[in-house]
């Protein structure tokens, strides 16, 4: 079967979806449905983060909410994502380092949105094209990119923003598929 990659649509900025739950599936191929490897908002309320919070919180956060990633939030906006990666990585350091700070500069003061992606560097699909899709079309989508995730919008009619309604995870389909 041929697989192709999707649009990937530019992020402005969005609101989170509402949630309800949803089973997963025991096991999964290439040719299943894209939606099944999605974390769906609808069916799951997203682990997140006010953006202003420190590195400390949004680890506990992760670890409480037994997720990676959180979407960081200014007021009911998505503002962007954070990753345990983003934290045990070189991006604190490098927040520190580019900041110009003094001595009193400290890891434990850098906050979420230090070192966050902002969400306009998040890339995302239309959830209609995602409907349409199987698991080898995102898997494509990912191939030869440096993306770990990939929103999922829906349109909202009563609003100039996307909803988003979903995310997927690079590492979770190709740890679902190489199962």
Known sequence: MMYRPLQVLPMQAALPASSRPRPLPDALAESD??????????DTTPASIASGKRLGD???EMHHAATHTLLATEGEHIAGIITLHDIHGPRPVQFLHDAGCHLNCRHGNVTVADVMTPIQHVPALRLSDVQRSRIGDIRKTFE???MGHLLVLD?????DLGVICGIFERERIEREIHA
């Open 155 to 159: 349109a909202d009619a009563s609003t």
């Open 144 to 146: 030869g990119s440096t």
């Open 33 to 42: 449905s894209a939606t099944l490897l999605m974390t769906d908002f609808r």
């Open 58 to 60: 949004a680890l506990i």
